[in-house]
């Protein structure tokens, strides 16, 4: 066993709760000196672990990174996030999850980093990525569902995006159609969804999140700070990133498994209430052009249905964007 499985064994036994060195060596059958090795090791990744009276030792501090095994330990259970693929630093996260898609990698494949140099919003837009600060994530699904529906999978995120985070934000999240989480109308998270098509069916589809947790005020760029806002902003306090991640991850697969097991109904009526947009005059744009109207519903393929003087429209998520009046 080398020095790293060790420390991996040591961390297990510590996260059950703190106990003497000498009974986990007994347990790990450890030589002392090997219980000290791994207790380096750990505080080499960045745990923080404490000697106390009668020679216990117990975590104290667990990394402010979005780490394997961290995650893994906040996942819990069989379910997406694994396989699991955590990076430093990463162009895009949705590029290495379409080239792990493409190659097989299954339904629930997680790509994780904890920078992207390149990450991207709809239409060639660019994602602020930095450092250490947000979750920026894709995930692979391979769902049995036509590429229309396959596009309301944004929606899916979104509503699951937004569930997760009300219980620490405190506070009221809202969606904005197509793809943008807010808190106090301004962007909090965004969803950017890619399939890969085959004739007619969807070989593959990747669903990222990025989410702004940890920055504060003067580490939003300030060409966005009039329209993008952190967690830990929002709420006067930073916020555990993995904790937050593994919430996502949960509240999507619940709302996937439905959608996409043909029953969007439930994650729609989410959406209705979340977004608060039905009934509400709009403007929508696209391609350059645009037109104003009052939103009547939300399709099963998460489009928009709109009222216009022309007669009511379908605008598809993906194409369009949409300012409130
Ligand atoms: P709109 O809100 O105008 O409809 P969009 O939803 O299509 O735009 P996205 O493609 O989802 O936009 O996201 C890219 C845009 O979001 C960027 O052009 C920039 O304005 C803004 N942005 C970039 N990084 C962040 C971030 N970390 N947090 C919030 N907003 C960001």
């Known amino acids: 066993m080398n020095p790293e499985n060790r420390a991996d064994l040591l961390l297990g036994q510590l996260r059950r709760g703190p106990d003497k060195a000498l009974h986990i060596a007994g347990r790990l059958r450890l030589s002392e000196t090997e219980i000290a090795q791994a207790v380096e090791t750990l505080e080499e990744r960045g745990y923080r672990l404490a000697t106390e009276s009668g020679g216990v030792l117990r975590l104290v501090g667990v990394p ?21 693929f955590t990076y430093g630093s990463l162009g895009s996260t949705n590029t290495v999850a379409l080239q792990l898609a493409e190659s097989g990698s299954p339904e629930g494949t997680l790509v994780t980093a904890e920078e992207q140099t390149e990450g991207r919003g709809r239409q060639g837009r660019s994602w602020h990525s ?13 769902p049995k569902l036509d590429p229309a529906r396959a596009a309301g ?75 993008a806002v952190s967690l830990r902003v929002a709420t006067g306090r930073p916020h555990d990133r993995v904790e937050l991640l593994a919430a996502i991850i949960g509240a999507f697969e619940q709302r996937y498994r439905t959608y996409a097991g043909d029953r969007p109904g439930p994650v729609l009526a ?5 977004s608060g947009l039905i009934g509400r005059g709009v403007r ?42």
């Open 270 to 274: 989410e959406f209705r209430e979340r």
């Open 64 to 84: 402010d990174l979005l780490i394997a095994d961290e995650i893994e330990h906040s996942l819990g259970g069989a379910g997406f996030g694994r396989p699991l």
């Open 153 to 227: 999978l944004s929606i899916v995120a979104g509503v699951a995006i937004a569930a997760a985070m009300e219980g620490p934000a405190g506070a009221r999240v809202r969606i904005k159609w197509p793809n943008d989480v807010l808190i106090d109308d301004r962007k909090v998270a965004g969803v950017l969804c890619e399939s890969v098509l085959e004739g007619m069916r969807v070989r593959h589809t990747v669903v990222g999140i990025g989410v702004n947790v940890n920055h504060k005020p003067d580490e939003i760029p300030p060409l966005l700070r009039d329209r």
């Open 284 to 325: 929508i744009t696209q391609d350059g052009g645009g037109f104003d109207g009052t939103v009547l519903d939300i399709t099963n393929e998460g489009s928009l249905l709109v009222s216009t003087q022309a007669g009511p429209r379908t605008v598809a998520a993906g194409e369009a964007s949409l300012r409130m009046d």
């Open 130 to 142: 930095p450092p250490g600060l947000g979750i920026w994530m894709s995930l692979i699904l391979r």
